[in-house]
């Protein structure tokens, strides 16, 4: 099973600033079959990026992903207070799925 | 618009069963596979497995093999995951959700249901 790794846990943030969210998996992940959530309090996650750097219908072109084989970096161009929240990045690797523990963006 | 509703909260004991339910609307049932995932409180998020809402195929978390079980209705676009053997750590939000184009494109879950908390003690 592929285990992935988000860092950081948590990271105090104020609105306007760009953030860079780290995934790290411990085996290269195929076709970059890696996606990012966003979950806000209360809520069920959202879909953001699939394919490791599509944008998911109507998210926000300053969510943005990148990367290939075992790293990967979701960034956030300019933080508005709707973003703060917990994100999960998420891959398959043909026959299961496993997610991240999340790297929680709160304001600081 | 799609949309994904899912049953009311349950209380369980150890040892019991319990069924899930996830009604859709707004879309094709069965051009879009299921998935189900659960978060135990204040923790990330698990996979526990899809179905195939046309053929009925399943394919579950190596963790919960042998005691999910995935079914759907066709008749009423509701897709089902029964959690059998409850423990108290199975406490969690079950959230079933919707896939993108699975498998022509990597899973990738574009809706998902409101959550159904399930709490299991004695």
């Known amino acids: 099973e592929i285990v992935l790794t988000q860092s950081p846990g948590t990271l105090s943030l104020s609105p306007g600033e760009r953030v860079t969210l780290s995934c790290r998996a411990s085996q290269s992940i195929r076709n970059n079959y890696l996606a990012w959530y966003q979950q806000r309090p209360g809520q069920a996650p959202r879909l953001l990026i699939y394919?490791?750097?599509s944008r998911a219908a109507g998210i926000p072109d300053r969510f943005s992903g990148s990367g290939s084989g075992t790293d990967f970096t979701l960034t956030i161009s300019r933080l508005e207070p709707e973003d703060f929240a917990v994100y999960y990045c998420k891959q398959y690797d043909g026959s299961s799925l496993t997610f991240g523990g999340g790297t929680k963006v709160e304001i600081k | 618009q799609v949309q994904l509703v899912q049953s009311g909260a349950e209380v369980k004991k150890p040892g019991a069963s319990v069924k899930v339910s996830c009604k859709t609307s707004g879309y094709t049932f069965i051009a879009h596979y299921i998935h189900w995932v659960r978060q135990a409180p204040g923790q990330g998020l698990e996979w526990m497995g899809w179905?195939?809402?046309?053929?009925?195929?399943?394919n579950s978390a190596q963790k919960f093999q042998g005691r999910v079980t995935m079914t759907r209705d066709t008749s009423i676009r509701t897709a089902y995951m029964d959690l059998s053997r409850l423990r108290p750590d199975d406490t969690a939000m079950y959230f079933c959700a919707r896939d993108l184009n699975f498998p022509i494109s990597p899973p990738s879950f574009d809706s998902w249901g409101q959550g159904t908390l399930v709490t299991v003690a004695s």
């Open positions: 394919g490791a750097s």
């Open positions: 179905i195939n809402p046309n053929s009925g195929g399943t």
